[in-house]
């Protein structure tokens, strides 16, 4: 089953997922990103400056991107 990893950046940072998840395909992967994407929305965000932009990049095991997904 192949891995995908997680990565969030900001403006002025960015989070590497060095453990990834194991999913069957990219279209489960997309929705992964979309589920992390509505709970960021609901906790993380809502302590952040409203004025900051979450990316969630989707990679998979060679390093290519998946999808981007802003928040």
């Known amino acids: 089953m192949p891995r ?21 395909d990219p279209l489960t992967a997309r929705g992964a990103a979309d589920k992390t994407a509505a709970e960021l929305r609901g906790g993380l965000l809502h302590q952040v400056d409203h004025d900051c932009c979450w990316t969630i990049i989707i990679t998979g095991e060679g390093g290519e991107i998946v999808q981007v997904k802003t928040l």
């Open 4 to 24: 995908y990893y997680f990565h969030l950046r900001t403006e002025d940072s960015f989070v590497w997922d060095e453990e990834g998840v194991d999913l069957p």
